[in-house]
Nanobody, 121 residues
């Protein structure tokens, strides 16, 4: 079955950095566009970053553009999110999933547990 295991979150001060990882299994990872999403308390889940199947193309939400970098390692079915210059508004649980053209998740019934990022002094 499809599984996503996110890791790398934690507590970091404003201006700090974190690198998130997502280990995917149960589908042909290299064939899919992959997305990072985040959900803050009381808010809807939002799309943060997208990377095409080969890694040649990326896109970002305006709120993280220039600070976050999405990448992938198809050989080991792993997605990454490098987060720099973190702000308090980046505090959220972060999730990965394969992405549709609309930005929605392909495997909507298979969310992982997410990894919590807390930005606070």
């Amino acid at each position: 079955q499809v599984q996503f295991v996110e890791s790398g979150g934690g507590l970091v001060q404003p201006g700090g950095s974190l690198r998130l990882s997502c280990a995917a299994s149960g589908f042909t990872f290299s064939s899919y566009t992959m997305n990072w999403y985040r959900q803050a308390p009381g808010k809807e889940r939002e799309l943060v970053a997208t990377i095409t199947s080969t890694g040649a193309g990326t896109a970002y939400a305006d709120s993280v553009k220039g600070r976050f970098t999405i990448s992938r390692a198809n050989a080991i079915n792993t997605l990454y999110l490098q987060m720099n210059s973190l702000k308090s508004e980046d505090t959220a649980a972060y999730y990965c999933n394969a992405g549709r053209g609309s930005g929605g998740p392909v495997f909507a019934g298979s969310w992982g547990q997410g990894t919590q990022v807390t930005v606070s002094s």
